[in-house]
């Protein structure tokens, strides 16, 4: 089946620091791939998504790479900062049903000033 | 901007009781979609609407019921609420393209507890 696995968190930097959220996913075909970001007391709301192999995606300075060599999209930021503290999700569309999305358990980050 | 509004924040209710969770979206979106969200579990599909009046079970759509009677309303019914439905529900809409995805959008959740 359809499946996302991401790293444990709670994930905990100091402002400036460089960020990575490994993601990894198991499914048929050549999924789409999204990052959902859900800051405190709100909904989530999408921060990137790529749609075919070796695509980039980006916003706000976060980036993710679609591999299909080693089923991944992990996330990165150059250089954080405290405003970026918020749970962050990968997330799957799989090719048969794309209406509907599979969520990894989500990364909880803080950031320190 | 797309916005997608829930009846609720936060609600309090006795086990065995009928609860009713509403979520109005106004894009016009074909799909609706009820989630709950538990630590160290993500997001969980609990049902699913295409269209007014269809509709298509989640992951886990044990102790819960939907209806779509309008297409910018959808509604979570739990028939007999229990202590395991205590948790963050989240609605969302998106488009329908077919074998495309598009971009979800959800509303600011309910985190319901039962006691």
């Known amino acids: 089946g359809n499946s996302v696995t991401q790293m444990e968190g709670p994930v905990t930097l100091s402002e400036e620091a460089f960020l990575t959220i490994n993601c990894t996913y198991t499914a048929t075909g050549y999924p789409s791939l999204f990052w959902y970001v859900q800051y405190p007391g709100e909904g989530l709301q999408l921060l990137l998504k790529a749609t075919k192999a070796d695509d980039k995606g980006s916003n706000k300075g976060f980036e993710a790479t679609y591999r299909k060599e080693t089923t991944s999209f992990h996330l990165e930021k150059g250089s954080v900062q405290v405003s970026d503290s918020a749970v962050y999700f990968c997330a799957l569309s799989p090719i048969q049903g794309a209406q509907k999305l599979v969520f990894g358990q989500g990364t909880r980050l803080t950031i320190n000033p | 901007d797309v916005k997608v509004t829930q009846s609720s924040r936060y609600l309090v209710k006795r086990t065995g009781e009928k609860v009713f969770l509403e979520c109005v979206q106004d894009m016009d979106h074909e799909n609706m979609f009820w989630y709950r969200q538990d630590p160290g579990l993500g997001l969980r599909l609990i049902y699913f609407s295409y269209d007014v009046k269809m509709k298509e079970k989640g992951d886990i759509p044990e102790g819960y019921s939907v209806s779509r009677e309008k297409k910018e309303r959808f509604s979570l019914i739990l028939e007999s609420a229990s202590t395991n439905q205590t948790s963050m529900y989240l609605c969302?809409?998106?488009?329908?393209?077919?074998?495309?995805?598009?971009?979800?959008?959800f509303g600011p959740g309910t985190r319901l507890t039962v006691t």
């Open positions: 969302a809409s998106s488009l329908w393209a077919g074998d495309r995805p598009y971009e979800q959008y």
